[in-house]
């Protein structure tokens, strides 16, 4: 198939053109050229920025494509610009949204048809900065330009949860491995509770099955919900971090109502952690029906571990640096509660070498 890739240079979009040029595709990525990447050999770049009509125009030159894929558009009226300029050179288009997308998320459950957020198609808000609030309706109005000018029939949208593995440049998986690599008393929340993020290498091979199968529709792509706890991931990051750790390392797990009341940010003070009903209630049996394959969560850890120590570095992001605690904020809050908690708690706190 002839891909072309909208953006393909930080993140999903990279592994995903890895992904398809490993099943023989012939893959064109269009972006400014800002990060360095380097594509496996084969992979057509067309420089360009997406807010340029002029750079689009020349974009659909080098069309056509059987299928366009919208990796990282997030304001809609940039996305409604692309999807009109493409539309007569894309046989069908994929966009890739996001759980953010649902309005009751993460307090309630959610599947395909949960109510999204009031979207609008056309606005801009003029700034580019990441916000948080700002994010989910924004995505919907994106979801909708793709639908304006796709239908229902050539479109394809997924809604990924959050997505680990090489690459990522938000910062979760990078902030907890780097944490349990310095070792001593580290603060750990809620072991129990179950999560759902997906490996970037089952997302982007979900999306490449599902354009080979002419797929179209709504997917919430994750694990299962049942798969893999808190409590996993962190005990994974602590074993992939083994041998860089010069003082021995123990997870001390806090109450995740007393972190609350202590005022630790949630998802991204403790990466990942939200104490709310639902963070991890996204329903997946669409995807799973579908085919979609999820790795177990500890491969997705030491993976990104391995790469990590063997040079691997994401792309700068702004979102990076507001991951992670302080360490003499956690090492405040671990006393308070260590004081509080009579130990040896047997579930409170595990050493790991
Ligand atoms: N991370 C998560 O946990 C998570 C969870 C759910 C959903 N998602 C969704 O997953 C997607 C992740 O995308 P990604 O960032 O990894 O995608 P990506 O395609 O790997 O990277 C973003 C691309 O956009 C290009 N770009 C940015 N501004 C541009 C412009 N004005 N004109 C042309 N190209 C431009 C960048 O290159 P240049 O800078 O060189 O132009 C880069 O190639 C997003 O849609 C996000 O909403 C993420």
Known sequence: MRLLVLGGSWFVGRVVVDD??????????????????????????????????????????????????????SVPAVVRRSVEALADVAGRWVFVSTISAYRDWPHAPVDET????????DVDPGIRRWDPDAYGPLKVGCELACRQAFGDERLLVLRPHVVLGRHEYVGRLPWWLSRMSRGG?????????????????????????????????????AP?????SYGDMLNACAQATADQRRTPLELVWADEGWLVDQGVRQWTELPLWRHAAAPWGMNV???????????????????????????GRPVDHERFSEHGIAPD????????????????????????G
Do not use: Y
């Not at 405040?332 to 706190?349: M, V």
């Open 224 to 228: 299962r919900s049942e798969a893999a």
């Open 114 to 121: 949960s109510p999204l957020w009031d979207g609008d198609p």
């Open 285 to 311: 049996d669409r995807a799973h029906a579908a085919g979609l394959k999820c790795r177990p969560l500890a491969d997705t850890v030491a993976d990104t571990s391995k790469w990590l120590r063997t040079g």
């Open 185 to 221: 008393q580290v603060l750990a929340p809620g072991p129990d509770r179950a999560i759902q993020p997906v490996d970037v290498r089952d997302l982007a091979a979900f999306l490449l099955n599902q354009v080979e199968r002419a797929s179209n529709g709504v997917f919430n792509v």
């Open 20 to 73: 398809a040029v490993g099943r023989g595709h012939e893959v064109m990525v269009f972006n400014r050229g800002r990060s360095l990447a380097r594509f496996p050999d084969g992979v057509r770049r067309i420089f360009g920025d997406r807010e340029s009509p002029q750079d689009l125009r020349r974009l659909a030159s080098h069309g056509p494509w059987d299928v366009v894929v919208d990796v990282a558009g």
């Open 329 to 352: 904020k956690e090492a405040a809050l671990i006393r308070r509660w260590l004081d509080r908690t009579p130990p040896p708690a047997s579930a409170s706190s595990r050493t790991h």
